[in-house]
């Protein structure tokens, strides 16, 4: 079992950044594909970026690419979402997620991860 933990939310105003971290315990990453998505009130959790831990591929929603950056620290066995140049429309709880396959076409499914952090929360204001 992997357990995820989200940090790094908070309030930022419009044209700001703010990094994400996901660290996980259990066991290490390797082997797994971690993913970032995010809920906004009254909306379905969406996808936002994933990242294969074994051959760094790099999938991002077209809304958040060239803003939006996923990495890893395997040493510190850790996931981040680095996000820039945020816009009001970013407001939402982010959630972390991991699978222990290979990074597929359904990666940016919900069902296709197994395990999630708790969410953090993330607030852009105009």
């Known amino acids: 079992q992997v357990q995820l933990v989200d940090s790094g939310g908070g309030l930022v105003q419009a044209g700001g950044s703010l990094r994400l971290s996901c660290s996980a315990s259990g066991r290490t990453l390797d082997y797994y594909c971690v993913a970032w998505f995010r809920q906004a009130p009254g909306k379905e959790r969406e996808f936002v970026a994933a990242?294969?831990?074994?051959?760094?591929?790099?999938k991002y929603a077209d809304s958040v690419k060239g803003r939006f950056t996923i990495s890893r620290s395997n040493a510190q066995n850790t996931g981040y979402l680095q996000m820039n140049s945020l816009k009001p429309e970013d407001t939402a709880v982010y959630y972390c997620a991991a699978a222990n396959k290979y990074l597929g076409r359904s990666y940016s499914s919900r069902t296709f991860y197994d395990f999630w952090g708790q969410g953090t929360q993330v607030t852009v204001s105009s």
């Open positions: 990242m294969s831990w074994t051959d760094n591929t790099i």
